[in-house]
C-alpha cells in the first residue's frame, strides 16, 4: 500500500450521523494533515496533527493520531449535508519538503 | 483571509505547446508547492521551492517541467511540451516561514489544464 491511505474508500450517511475515516502510512512521520476538497474545486486544510499529539479538536472535528499503528482517523460529528466532499489525509516525512497525499473518502451526508 | 491566488482557472492548450500556470502566494510564506490532481485520482506532489531553488521534485517533474519565482511575489510552473497525459488540475500551496512548524499549506483553488 501507498504512504496515506484512507478508508473507506466512499462513505454514505444521514445527516445528523457521525462520519469517520481513517488514514494509514507507512513511514515515521512529522506531520499528518487533513484536507477537504469538493467537487473539482481547491483544497482546503483542516487540521494539522504533530507526530507528538495523540488528538485534536476543531470544531466539530476530531482527529486522532497513533503513531504506533501508523494510523490516524478523522470524525466528523453531527454531519450536515455540507460536509459532502472527498477528505484526504497527507503525511511528511523526517528530511522531506512535501507532504503526500492519500488516496482520499468521498463522503456523502443526506439530508 | 489571506489567499492563494492561481491564474487561469482553466486552460486549454494544444500538444506539444508551452503553458505556464501563474500563482500568487500568501506574501509572508517562503515556501512553495506545485501539486497536481488527475481527474478523479490522488493529489500527486509536483515540487517545492525555498529560497528561489528546488527543495524536493518528484519522478513526475521531469526535464519538461520548471519552476520560477520571477519577481518574488509570482510563482511559475511552465510546461514545455505539453502532452495528453499533462491534462490534469495544477495545485499552487504556500506554507509558512518555518517548514517544520508551518500549520499546513494553504492551497489555490486550482488550474485545470486541458491538453487537446
Known amino acids: 500500500s501507498q504512504q496515506g491511505e484512507e478508508d473507506p474508500q466512499a462513505l454514505s450517511i444521514q445527516e445528523g450521523e457521525n462520519a469517520t475515516m481513517n488514514c494509514s502510512y507507512k513511514?515515521?512521520?512529522?506531520?499528518l494533515q487533513w484536507y477537504r476538497q469538493n467537487s473539482g474545486r481547491g483544497l482546503v486544510h483542516l487540521i494539522l496533527?504533530?507526530?507528538?499529539?495523540r488528538e485534536k479538536h476543531s470544531g466539530r472535528l476530531r482527529v486522532t493520531l497513533d503513531t504506533s499503528k501508523k494510523s490516524s482517523s478523522l470524525l466528523i460529528t453531527a454531519s450536515r449535508a455540507a460536509d459532502t466532499a472527498s477528505y484526504f489525509c497527507?503525511?511528511?516525512?523526517?528530511?522531506?519538503?512535501?507532504?503526500?497525499f492519500g488516496t482520499g473518502t468521498r463522503l456523502k451526508v443526506l439530508a | 483571509e489571506p489567499e492563494v491566488t492561481q491564474t487561469p482557472s482553466h486552460q486549454v492548450t494544444q500538444m506539444g505547446q508551452e503553458v505556464i500556470l501563474r500563482c500568487v502566494p500568501i506574501?509572508?510564506?517562503?515556501?512553495f508547492y506545485w501539486y497536481r490532481q488527475i481527474l478523479g485520482q490522488k493529489v500527486e506532489f509536483l515540487v517545492s521551492?525555498?529560497?528561489?531553488?528546488?527543495?524536493?521534485k518528484s519522478e513526475i517533474f521531469d526535464d519538461q517541467f520548471s519552476v520560477e519565482r520571477p519577481d518574488g511575489s509570482n510563482f511559475t510552473l511552465k510546461i514545455r511540451s505539453t502532452k495528453l497525459e499533462d491534462s490534469a488540475m495544477y495545485f499552487c500551496?504556500?506554507?509558512?516561514?518555518?517548514?517544520?512548524?508551518?500549520?499546513?499549506?494553504?492551497f489555490g483553488s486550482g488550474t485545470r489544464l486541458t491538453v487537446v
Open positions: 500551496a504556500s506554507s509558512g516561514t518555518v517548514w517544520y512548524h508551518s500549520y499546513g499549506y494553504t
Open positions: 513511514t515515521s512521520i512529522n506531520n
Open positions: 496533527i504533530r507526530s507528538n499529539e
Open positions: 497527507a503525511t511528511d516525512t523526517s528530511g522531506t519538503y512535501k507532504y503526500i
Open positions: 506574501s509572508n510564506h517562503l515556501y
Open positions: 521551492f525555498y529560497n528561489n531553488e528546488i527543495s524536493e
